[in-house]
């Protein structure tokens, strides 16, 4: 299989005095930009900018199709950028100015569709430039694409690749990773040698009635709750609390006290309650693969599936970007629709003093958009008051009611069934293997030897899942750095 890229090459392409500049993906003045009706840039020039372990190259072009250049000099530069390329994906720009689409442009853009060939056109996407302008007439870019006829065309050609730029934003770079983020995704989409299973979508949620039997032991009042958020949110304070008893290790730290993901379970109020508490996924410095990982093991020990993720957030905190773009990074690491069975939990609610959450959640806009992209759920935990079992069971039942919303039953897809299914081999093959041993002898065993054996066979299991979906992890992983600030890493 295609290794996860590590490197991204933009090739911007388009009509010179059109915008036609990388400055606002590196987010400096790197190139030469100024509106002119002749080509800024003579030569082809590149800059770099690193976002998380993405090397992300951007290669400015002289207006080539608008200009004299002769045919030949084209195609030595088309065939510079293609060999370039070779050290990563390449992605053509299709630059165009979010205004009226002139025949005199439309000639251009079906010349350089020939030039580029049909090949490289399916990696091409269109990026509208002065974005700002649709704001000031408070104009989304569908609204503009309804009322051009031939502009809405182009997109539809394109299968929906675009996106669009507001060039004046003094912050670039959270338009700039959701480029990238596109692009990945559609990068993930069209490879030709994954495995025949990933070209199945196995990330695409299954309804209830197609989710395949858990364990016998699984009963319908059982829960399995994942635990996601930032370093130092309290998240393993919360497991904690749910649980009513203290068996993950929790410090009043801003750095990250879990390194590892880990499972407890209790019986909370007569049912089964399994907690899965992760490392601060969205704000990690841990390295890429490692990264991929440990995103790999939450979903292999919360398999068959959760029935809620609990997105952790501190009520004292400030609210940016970041956090609002936590749903977009938890359906790449588990699956489409799982804001479907996600909650926000605030922990310190006691902080808030007095302070209505309605009223805290409508003061913070960004925190307010978190809310409503898990359909308006959310819940607090009092840390002062651990001991406190009724709010605890009322986030069950906040859980109980979002089940039944979404058809019953927990969360699920192709990906989670793998994992179950490879977790229930490893765990008979332990068996079989105990079974062969002379039950004198196996009396004898020291109990600690028979755990690390019980461990290693687990190990076993997720190796072989892990082999199996480590394409779509290491997406996940680059996507979650890509949301780091560049050059952070």
């Not at 056109?121 to 609204?143: A, P, R, S, V, Y």
């Not at 398999?303 to 938890?330: C, M, N």
Request: glycine residues 6%; charged residues 30%.
């Amino acid at each position: 299989m295609e290794d996860t890229p590590k490197s991204l090459n933009l090739v911007l392409i388009g009509r010179t005095g059109a915008g036609l500049s990388g400055n606002t993906i590196l987010g400096q003045q790197a190139f030469i930009s100024k509106e002119s009706s002749k080509s800024v840039t003579q030569e082809v020039s590149v800059q770099s900018v690193t976002f998380g372990d993405l090397s992300v190259n951007v290669y400015d072009t002289p207006g080539l199709y608008d200009t004299d250049i002769n045919e030949e000099t084209i195609q030595q530069t088309l065939e510079k950028f293609l060999q370039t390329c070779k050290s990563g994906p390449c992605v053509f720009l299709l630059v165009i100015k979010a205004d009226k689409f002139t025949e005199k442009e439309k000639e251009i853009v079906e010349k350089i569709e020939k030039r580029l060939g049909e090949k490289h056109l399916k990696k091409t996407w269109i990026l509208f430039t002065k974005g700002d302008e649709l704001d000031e007439e408070n104009m989304t870019i569908q609204e503009f694409l309804d009322d051009t006829e031939p502009l809405k065309k182009l997109v539809q050609k394109y299968d929906q690749r675009y996106h669009v730029f507001n060039n004046k934003a003094k912050e670039c770079t959270g338009q700039v990773r959701n480029l990238l983020i596109k692009i990945l995704k559609s990068y993930c989409d069209t490879l030709e040698d994954v495995p025949e299973i990933l070209n199945q979508n196995p990330l695409k949620r299954k309804s209830y009635k197609d989710i395949k039997p858990d364990a016998p032991a699984d009963s319908l009042s059982s829960r399995r709750i994942v635990l996601l958020g930032k370093s130092g949110v309290g998240k393993s304070a919360a497991g904690n609390i749910i649980l009513g008893e203290k068996p993950f290790k929790s410090t009043r730290s801003a750095s990250s006290v879990t390194s590892e993901c880990l499972v407890q379970c209790n019986t909370v109020s007569g049912r089964s309650v399994s907690v899965i508490d992760t490392p601060g996924f969205f704000d990690t410095q841990m390295e890429q693969g490692e990264l991929a990982v440990k995103i790999a093991k939450s979903v292999y020990i919360s398999s068959p599936g959760p029935h809620a993720f609990l997105i952790v957030l501190r009520v004292i905190d400030r609210y940016t970007e970041q956090e609002q773009q936590i749903p977009q990074h938890i359906e790449w690491m588990f699956g489409q629709e799982v804001v479907k069975y996600s909650i926000i939990l605030f922990t310190h609610g006691d902080q808030l003093e007095g302070e209505s959450v309605d009223e805290f959640i409508k003061e913070n806009s960004k925190l307010g958009d978190l809310v409503g992209q898990c359909g308006g759920r959310y819940h607090v935990l009092d840390n002062k008051d651990e001991n406190n079992r009724d709010q605890v069971n009322d986030l069950l039942q906040k859980i109980d009611t979002m089940i039944e919303q979404n058809g019953g039953g927990h969360y699920s897809n192709q990906m989670y069934e793998d994992a179950q299914s490879f977790r229930r081999e490893a765990e008979e093959q332990r068996q079989r293997e105990e079974r062969k041993q002379d039950e004198t002898v196996r009396a004898e065993n020291d109990p600690e030897r028979s755990e690390q054996k019980k461990e290693a066979d687990t190990s076993s299991g997720f190796k072989r899942f892990f082999h199996k979906y480590q394409h779509y992890f290491k997406l996940a992983a680059v996507v979650i750095g890509i949301s780091r600030n560049p050059n952070d890493s």
